[in-house]
Structure formats: C-alpha cells, structure tokens
C-alpha cells in the first residue's frame, strides 16, 4: 500500500535556529497537509497546499512557517526561527481530490525537539 | 463544524468487543462521520467512515442511528495492539479539501 513519508524521523535543534522538515506525499496525490501534535495534547491543523499555493492555514501558522513543493515530490514546513513551544510532532497528510469525505493519508511524523 | 464528544478513555480485556460511542448532536445534512485511530508517536490512520445505518470493513463496524446525533465505533476481539487512541470526526462531505479537526479522542487500553 502506498504510504505518505516524513524525513526526518527526529531533529533536534537549538531556538532560533531554522529547521525544514520535509514529507513525500502519495504520488497521486494533490492536496498536502501540516499538522502538529505538542506531546499529551490534540493533532492540530497548521495549512492546506494545492495547486502550488496555500489554500487555508491556521492562527498557529504564522510569519516563521512556510511551505514549499519544490519539485514533483517534496512537500517542506520550514520552521525560519524555532521557539521552545514549536517542540512537537509534524505531520504531513495528503489526499487524491477534493471528493467529499476523500481520506486524508498521514506520514508517520517527524518529532522536532527545540533545546 | 459539529462538536464531537467521546469518552476519555475506555479499558478493554483482549478478546473482547470495545464499542466506543461519539455525541455530535449539532450534525448537519452534508456531514459525514469519520473514525481515525493513532498510536503513540505515530500519525492518524483512518478506520472507517459513514453517513448512516451501519458501515462494515475488515477492522471495524460503525453503527449510526437514524436521527445520525451519535455514531458507535465497535472493535471486534481487540488484541493488545488496538491499544490506542481514536478519534470521532463529522465534516462536510461537500469539502473534501478541509482540514481535519481532531478533539481528544477516546484512549483505549486493552489489557492481556
């Protein structure tokens, strides 16, 4: 079966250092998803990418995050500056189409630790 | 978005039939009903969806009453490696392009 995966498994960083985790979506697949998930609390939404371009992002997802696809495969989160609370598990989700309740398929996360 | 309200946490004996139910009274006509499970340090999996009656695949059954105010995930003969935390979701089947939102979701331990 295929599989989202996320690379890589753990970074650890210092704060104020940049980080880019990155995420191969299913190769059919067209629309991309970050969540996060701060240890012992919910899978929060950070942005929704289609089409080359943000289609919805969340409050969490300020000026320090961006994402990218810079090729047919990739799909990145770069963290510009980490704080302390961006300490967490990422995931990346992805979909085929926008056919209503189309499954969204999750990586397997990348745990960032910000020292 | 329809709130979701399931138990905390549930424990199970391995063998048994775990039924964990979800409250989403505010569901509306385009909802759809979808169980995501999550073990520790992993990324949520999709189990089963639904919209109404009962919806069977080869890990779960999902049982949605007519008036679709709750839904009951039911686990057949749970080993210890259901052991983990599921997540009731009602969105718009309209909006297939929409973030999930996860609340807290039910932890299940099953026990040998």
């Known amino acids: 079966e295929p599989e989202v995966t996320q690379t890589p498994s753990h970074q650890v960083t210092q704060m104020g250092q940049e980080v880019i985790l990155r995420c191969v979506p299913i190769?059919?697949?067209?629309?991309f998803y970050w969540y996060r998930q701060i240890l012992g609390q919910k899978v929060e939404f950070l942005v929704s990418?289609?089409?080359?371009?943000?289609?919805?992002k969340s409050e969490i997802f300020d000026d320090q995050f961006s994402v990218e696809r810079p090729d047919g495969s990739n799909f990145t989160l770069k963290i510009r500056s980490t704080k302390l609370e961006d300490s967490a598990m990422y995931f990346c989700?992805?979909?085929?189409?926008?056919?209503?309740?189309?499954?969204?398929?999750f990586g397997p996360g990348t745990r960032l630790t910000v020292l | 978005l329809a709130k979701t309200t399931q138990p905390i946490s549930m424990d199970s004996y391995e063998g048994q039939e775990v039924n964990i139910t979800c409250s989403h009274n505010n569901i509306a006509t385009n909802d759809y009903i979808t169980w995501y499970q999550q073990f520790p340090s992993q990324g949520p999996r999709f189990i089963i969806q639904g919209y109404k009656t009962k919806v069977t695949n080869e890990v779960a059954s999902l049982f949605i009453p007519a008036d679709r105010k709750s839904s009951t995930l039911s686990l057949p003969r749970v080993s210890l490696s259901d052991t983990a935390v599921y997540y009731c979701l009602v969105g718009d089947i309209n909006s297939g392009n929409t973030p999930l939102v996860f609340g807290k979701g039910t932890r299940l331990s099953v026990i040998a």
């Open positions: 190769s059919n697949h067209l629309y």
């Open positions: 990418f289609y089409n080359n371009e943000i289609s919805e």
């Open positions: 989700a992805s979909h085929r189409t926008p056919t209503p309740a189309d499954t969204q398929y």
